[in-house]
């Protein structure tokens, strides 16, 4: 893909007017597992976590409530399809869009949970993608400004994006991809967690690994 | 291509058996046979196989099927010389594979693997300070061209050695019974596979053979270049007996401490790549 030895050769590509998205072997094996991800939270049940009564020998399952589950799928999906956005994306405003939309949406997969852990965890999430934004956009408007041009296609090879702008557009990728904040928080225990909640990491990793190309490519 | 991916699944769950026999001798102990992974497999292939009430269907299934795809895949990218990007996005991948098995079946025991797995995404920045510094020194990520540039220049194991650490610790992080597999420790009973059983811990182990097969096998190709077939195997057999006495020798560290130190040593990881840069 671009004559660069980095992700693989060119499959297919996807104009929209100006905007014209790619394929090349590294995006469509991300696109083709957030795919898969996609079509398992629009068909799967979610877990029925077993959890101990503190102090007991007792065990019982949390059940997710079919208002809970509706909110919590329809959130998983959009989350999917906005990871589909960010890895095929061809320019990096796009890219940041369709990343921003995926903290927004991982906020709404926590925040489906009805216990006030889980929902201080959803709001300290929101501060952290929020602030993330900032170092998001402001890489790509870094980019804008001393390339003059935000279409990887014009970028790919020629090493014109300043190293500050890809430090932007990664700090900005982990603070929206929030998978090691959820984590380092207890509240994943609490939060029954398949198939939605797997959306977050799924998200949070496939553009982790978007970034890692757009970096090396531009 | 595909006629090889048997051959391969068979290796690796040798070398898991050489692994186990390899740590017992060296702790005194006889150990089982070394083909014992193999029938282990088999036997778990015709166990009686069920599905926990507690289990997110058809998730809890799914994820051992997408265990062996990415694996498989990886096999067919380090064997036709593919992207080393792409080798990293499997790596990568794998995490979310191991996450969902421990999410999926509603055990809080497969739960706590899978945190502990997340937990141990720190063990994926080494592999990325790898795949950095092999672009600094070969400016390709393309295995067929890294390949090349070691006929030309020599093994990269001689002239980028600290790199090649960086790999040998990804691996160790991966292997059974290491000091970085926190999320196999017994106190979680068998971490995110707990829930897993019959055929479905029989495809796991042979996701998890192919695993160890493309990343030994990635290792030689990487930092001592193309070999005949024997000679792979042979250098491929030397890395794991090197981390069998590695994974015997070290204790289990704590959670916080296999991520501290992976940590640490991608840190400095960084700085040789800097170095490295800087010097041209």
Same mark, same amino acid.
């Given at each position: 893909?671009?004559?660069?030895?980095?992700?693989?050769?060119?499959?297919?590509?996807?104009?929209?007017?100006?905007?014209?998205?790619?394929?090349?072997?590294?995006?469509?094996?991300?696109?083709?597992?957030?795919?898969?991800?996609? @079509?398992?939270?629009?068909?799967?049940?979610?877990?029925?976590?077993?959890?101990?009564?503190?102090?007991?020998?007792?065990?019982?399952?949390?059940?997710?409530?079919?208002?809970?589950?509706?909110?919590?799928?329809?959130?998983?999906?959009?989350?999917?399809?906005?990871?589909?956005?960010?890895?095929?994306?061809?320019?990096?405003?796009?890219?940041?869009?369709?990343?921003?939309?995926?903290?927004?949406?991982?906020?709404?997969? &926590? =925040?489906?949970?009805?216990?006030?852990? &889980?929902?201080?965890?959803?709001?300290?999430?929101?501060?952290?993608?929020?602030?993330?934004?900032?170092?998001?956009?402001?890489? =790509?408007?870094?980019?804008?400004?001393?390339?003059?041009?935000?279409? @990887?296609?014009?970028? =790919?090879?020629?090493?014109?994006?300043?190293?500050?702008?890809?430090?932007?557009?990664?700090?900005?990728?982990?603070?929206?991809?929030?998978?090691?904040?959820?984590?380092?928080?207890?509240?994943?225990?609490?939060?029954?967690? =398949?198939?939605?909640?797997?959306?977050?990491?799924?998200?949070?990793?496939?553009?982790?690994?978007?970034?890692?190309?757009?970096?090396?490519?531009? | 291509?595909?006629?090889?991916?048997?051959?391969?699944?068979?290796?690796?769950?040798?070398?898991?058996?050489?692994?186990?026999?390899?740590?017992?001798?060296?702790?005194?102990?006889?150990?089982?046979?070394?083909?014992?992974? /193999?029938?282990?497999?088999?036997?778990? #292939?015709?166990?009686?196989?069920?599905?926990?009430?507690?289990? #997110?269907?058809?998730?809890?299934?799914?994820?051992?099927?997408?265990?062996? $795809?990415?694996?498989?895949?990886?096999?067919?990218?380090?064997?036709?010389?593919?992207?080393?990007?792409?080798?990293?996005?499997?790596?990568?991948?794998?995490?979310?594979?191991?996450?969902?098995?421990?999410?999926?079946?509603?055990?809080?025991?497969?739960?706590?693997?899978?945190?502990?797995?997340?937990?141990?995404?720190?063990?994926?920045?080494?592999?990325?300070?790898?795949?950095?510094?092999?672009?600094?020194?070969?400016?390709?990520?393309?295995? #067929?061209?890294?390949?090349?540039?070691?006929? /030309?220049?020599?093994?990269?194991?001689?002239?980028?050695?600290?790199? $090649? /650490?960086?790999?040998?610790?990804?691996?160790?992080?991966?292997?059974?019974?290491?000091?970085?597999?926190?999320?196999?420790?017994?106190?979680?009973?068998?971490?995110?596979?707990?829930?897993?059983?019959?055929?479905?811990?029989?495809?796991?182990?042979?996701?998890?053979?192919?695993?160890?097969?493309?990343?030994?096998?990635?290792?030689?190709?990487?930092?001592?270049?193309?070999?005949?077939?024997?000679?792979?195997?042979? $250098?491929?057999?030397?890395?794991?007996?090197?981390?069998?006495?590695?994974?015997?020798?070290?204790?289990?560290?704590?959670?916080?401490?296999?991520?501290?130190?992976?940590?640490?040593?991608?840190?400095?990881? $960084?700085?040789?790549? /800097?170095?490295?840069?800087?010097?041209?």
């Amino acid at each position: 893909m671009f004559n660069l030895p980095i992700e693989g050769e060119e499959l297919f590509v996807l104009e929209f007017g100006d905007i014209v998205n790619y394929f090349s072997l590294y995006t469509t094996t991300l696109f083709l597992f957030a795919t898969a991800f996609i @079509i398992i939270a629009i068909i799967a049940r979610p877990e029925r976590q077993t959890d101990i009564i503190f102090g007991t020998d007792a065990v019982y399952t949390k059940e997710v409530s079919p208002d809970n589950l509706r909110f919590q799928r329809f959130m998983a999906i959009a989350c999917g399809l906005a990871t589909l956005g960010a890895v095929c994306s061809g320019d990096l405003f796009n890219f940041c869009l369709f990343t921003a939309l995926i903290g927004i949406t991982n906020i709404g997969i &926590v =925040a489906g949970v009805n216990n006030r852990y &889980v929902l201080n965890a959803a709001y300290n999430y929101g501060i952290v993608a929020m602030v993330a934004t900032t170092f998001l956009f402001g890489g =790509a408007a870094t980019a804008l400004g001393s390339c003059g041009t935000l279409s @990887i296609w014009e970028l =790919a090879g020629l090493g014109m994006v300043p190293l500050a702008a890809k430090m932007f557009l990664v700090l900005g990728v982990m603070g929206e991809g929030m998978a090691p904040f959820y984590i380092a928080k207890a509240e994943i225990t609490r939060a029954p967690g =398949a198939p939605y909640v797997l959306m977050i990491h799924v998200s949070s990793l496939l553009i982790f690994l978007r970034v890692i190309e757009i970096i090396l490519t531009v | 291509m595909i006629t090889l991916i048997l051959p391969a699944v068979f290796i690796g769950l040798l070398f898991h058996g050489i692994h186990r026999k390899v740590i017992a001798r060296i702790q005194g102990r006889p150990g089982p046979p070394i083909w014992q992974e /193999i029938l282990h497999t088999l036997k778990f #292939s015709f166990k009686q196989t069920w599905i926990p009430k507690t289990a #997110s269907m058809p998730m809890y299934v799914f994820i051992v099927a997408v265990s062996i $795809a990415i694996w498989t895949g990886a096999f067919y990218i380090v064997f036709s010389g593919g992207s080393l990007l792409l080798l990293f996005a499997v790596f990568m991948l794998h995490k979310i594979t191991e996450h969902g098995l421990g999410l999926s079946s509603g055990s809080p025991y497969g739960k706590f693997g899978a945190i502990r797995s997340v937990m141990s995404a720190a063990s994926e920045i080494p592999l990325f300070a790898t795949i950095a510094g092999i672009y600094v020194v070969t400016g390709s990520l393309m295995i #067929s061209d890294i390949t090349k540039y070691q006929e /030309i220049h020599g093994p990269l194991l001689i002239h980028a050695f600290p790199i $090649a /650490i960086a790999l040998y610790i990804v691996i160790l992080s991966k292997m059974h019974y290491g000091p970085f597999s926190i999320i196999e420790a017994k106190e979680i009973v068998s971490g995110n596979r707990t829930e897993h059983f019959g055929v479905w811990r029989a495809g796991l182990e042979v996701a998890y053979a192919l695993k160890t097969f493309v990343l030994l096998a990635a290792f030689v190709l990487l930092f001592i270049g193309a070999l005949p077939w024997y000679l792979m195997l042979l $250098a491929m057999l030397i890395l794991l007996v090197s981390l069998s006495f590695v994974c015997a020798f070290t204790p289990m560290l704590s959670p916080f401490d296999a991520v501290a130190m992976q940590t640490v040593i991608t840190g400095i990881l $960084a700085v040789y790549i /800097i170095i490295l840069g800087v010097m041209g």
